[in-house]
């Protein structure tokens, strides 16, 4: 297991950006398939990006394709969500995640480990 912590959530316009970044502890961090998630209010949890271990592959949520970018820096041991041209329907708390082997980077239930969450509010 892999512990994160995510930060740089916060309020923002329609329009505007914001990076969140999702610190990991443990040497292996390298070999960990990292994917962003989010919940908002009375709605599921939904798949919104996943990078491979070696950054070589990215996979996104068509609601979100084109304005995020997911990357990671094995050497820092972190994850980043770039998120530009934010919508009030981007408003939820986004969740860093990740596992050894993800088959399904889409659901969920393939990540073991999860860090608290950071809320991303955008008014319109």
């Known amino acids: 297991q892999v512990q994160l912590v995510e930060s740089g959530g916060g309020l923002v316009q329609a329009g505007g950006s914001l990076r969140l970044s999702c610190a990991a502890s443990?040497?292996?961090?390298?070999?960990?398939?990292m994917g962003w998630f989010r919940r908002a209010p009375g709605k599921e949890r939904e798949f919104v990006a996943a990078?491979?271990?070696?950054?070589?592959?990215?996979y996104y949520a068509d609601s979100v394709k084109g304005r995020f970018t997911i990357s990671r820096d094995n050497a820092k041991n972190t994850a980043a969500l770039q998120m530009n041209s934010l919508k009030p329907e981007d408003t939820a708390v986004y969740y860093c995640?990740?596992?050894?082997?993800?088959?399904?980077?889409?659901?969920?239930?393939?990540?073991?480990?999860w860090g608290q969450g950071t809320q991303v509010t955008v008014s319109s």
């Open positions: 995640a990740a596992d050894l082997s993800v088959h399904y980077y889409y659901s969920p239930r393939q990540f073991g480990s």
């Open positions: 990078i491979s271990w070696s950054g070589s592959s990215t």
């Open positions: 443990g040497r292996t961090f390298s070999s960990y398939v």
